[in-house]
């Protein structure tokens, strides 16, 4: 992961990083750039996902084939079999 300066956008050596919360982490880094010489602290946070992981992807299925009726099931099933 390449993060850059805030103030003169040279790449950063991330000297420490500490979790703030489950989806929240801080990254301290150092500015490369000897003639700036900034220490700055950086956040990355989770934004969404690209592709539910495969425990959700399983729970949701459950949770649509639970709202169809049996017959509407028997269909589904025969589809995929
Ligand atoms: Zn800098």
Same mark, same amino acid.
């Given at each position: +992961? %390449? !993060?850059?300066?805030?103030?003169? &956008?040279?790449? +950063?050596?991330?000297?420490?990083? %500490?979790? !703030? $919360?489950? &989806?929240?982490? =801080?990254?301290?880094? *150092?500015? %490369? /750039?000897? *003639?700036?010489? @900034?220490?700055?602290?950086?956040?990355? $946070?989770?934004?969404?996902? !690209?592709?539910?992981? &495969?425990?959700?992807? #399983?729970?949701?299925?459950? &949770?649509?084939?639970? /709202?169809?009726? *049996?017959? =509407? #099931? @028997?269909?589904?099933? $025969?589809?995929?079999?």
């Amino acid at each position: +992961m %390449k !993060i850059l300066c805030p103030a003169c &956008e040279s790449p +950063m050596h991330i000297i420490r990083s %500490k979790q !703030i $919360s489950q &989806e929240v982490r =801080e990254f301290v880094g *150092d500015c %490369k /750039n000897i *003639d700036c010489g @900034s220490r700055a602290a950086m956040l990355l $946070s989770f934004s969404h996902y !690209i592709r539910l992981p &495969e425990t959700n992807q #399983k729970n949701l299925l459950i &949770e649509l084939l639970s /709202n169809l009726s *049996d017959e =509407e #099931k @028997s269909k589904v099933l $025969s589809a995929v079999s």
